[in-house]
């Protein structure tokens, strides 16, 4: 199926970054909080294993910041994530959904304590600075709310360490994952976090003031010629296999943080308030309707998943797959789908209606790697 292309245009916000991405080949952009996102550089195949063999450099600017800063910026963060961050120190990130009245979530971020009483909220794709902004208002605290001129360069695969190292002059083998350490370059530091958004190992840069980004762009380029190093991108195939949600896709606002199987950044149910804490109480006591689950899909390679695919046991509708690709390292078809609890554990008869046909499916209890 031929998938329509974006026609770029100054509503559409691009990156400091971009004109290195475009020199790069790009060949695909999704918009992502109203700003490009690169998609797919020589093909999403080729990307792919070349992410898992080497090392690649991703212009994910799209993952914008708000900072929170003032008297009650630490009480207005806790308050937005069911993830208690009262002890949250300086050298660490967490990642923390952030959720309404309702329990639903409105983003899942990494938030970054910057300095005392100063946060970075790195968010997916939903406007949180509104959302925040509201919230702040409605309870007239002390706080200012904005999105700084704050970049993230991802550093991505086997190789970012050796990348990291040569560039920066740091040793990063023993830096633990959501982690932080101060990165010098030219006149200035920047955070650099153990994270991202694959699972082949990597740092995000919180580039903070457009001017350096160009030159941090060449200079891991320069530095990464022996690593063979590339421009990269998130990876459809790469992140269905790791299990990493879509916020918007694999779940939206009607969906809360339990169903999605990430229970375990939500507080106790005798701990601190937040919004939409009575509601998240209650599902952890009781457990969730419906659960997200790798899923195997059999069969010749899948298209592209644009709208979910009805799950079945038997005659029953019991889910949705809301992301699918065709793996070149399992030579099958992985995909995530919301699964109803009584069926998440079925070995046999789950089926997947997609759009060339009926197929059978096979849930696993984790993700592919």
């Known amino acids: 199926m031929h998938t329509p292309g974006i026609s770029i245009t100054r509503r559409l916000r691009q990156t400091p970054f971009s004109k290195k991405v475009f020199g790069a080949g790009v060949s695909n952009f999704t918009v992502y909080n109203h700003m490009l996102l690169p998609t797919v550089f020589k093909s999403i195949e080729d ?128 830096i633990k994952l959501f982690s932080i350490v101060k990165v010098p370059f030219k006149d200035t530091n920047f955070i650099a976090a153990r994270s991202g958004y694959s699972k082949q190992g990597g740092f995000e840069i919180y580039v903070e003031g457009s001017i350096y980004a160009e030159d941090l762009w060449d200079t891991f380029f320069e530095a990464g010629k022996p690593l063979d190093v590339a421009a990269g991108c998130p990876n459809g195939i790469e992140r269905v296999e790791a299990g990493l949600l879509s ?8 969906n809360n943080p339990i169903e999605c199987g990430l229970e375990k950044f939500c507080s106790p149910l005798s701990e601190k308030s937040y919004i939409g804490d009575k509601v998240l109480r209650k599902i952890m006591k009781t457990g969730p309707d419906k659960i997200i689950k790798s899923i195997e899909i059999s069969g010749k390679p899948v298209p592209l998943c644009m709208e979910p695919w009805p799950l079945y046991f038997k005659d029953k509708k019991i889910g949705q797959i809301t992301s699918a690709a065709f793996s070149p390292n399992f030579q099958t078809n992985v995909s995530l789908g919301m699964i109803s609890i009584e069926y998440c554990n079925e070995r046999s008869d789950i089926n997947v209606r997609t759009p060339d046909g009926t197929r059978s499916a096979k849930i696993h209890e984790k993700s592919f790697i």
């Open 247 to 254: 916020y918007g896709n694999d779940m939206t606002i009607e």
């Open 47 to 174: 990307d792919y294993h070349h992410l898992k063999s080497a090392v690649q450099v991703w212009d994910v600017s799209c993952e914008r910041q708000v900072e929170i800063v003032g008297r009650d910026a630490k009480k207005l963060v806790n308050l937005l994530t069911p993830r208690d961050l009262q002890n949250l120190s300086l050298d660490k990130c967490s990642y923390a959904p952030i959720t309404n009245i309702s329990g639903g979530i409105i983003n899942d971020p990494v938030i970054v304590k910057v300095e005392e009483d100063r946060y970075w909220i790195s968010i997916a794709d939903s406007d949180v600075l509104l959302w925040v902004s509201g919230i702040a208002t409605g309870l007239s605290l002390e706080v200012k709310i904005f999105e700084p001129d704050v970049s993230i360069l991802g550093i991505q695969g086997p190789l970012s360490n050796d990348l990291m190292k040569r560039v920066f002059g740091i040793d990063f083998e023993n």
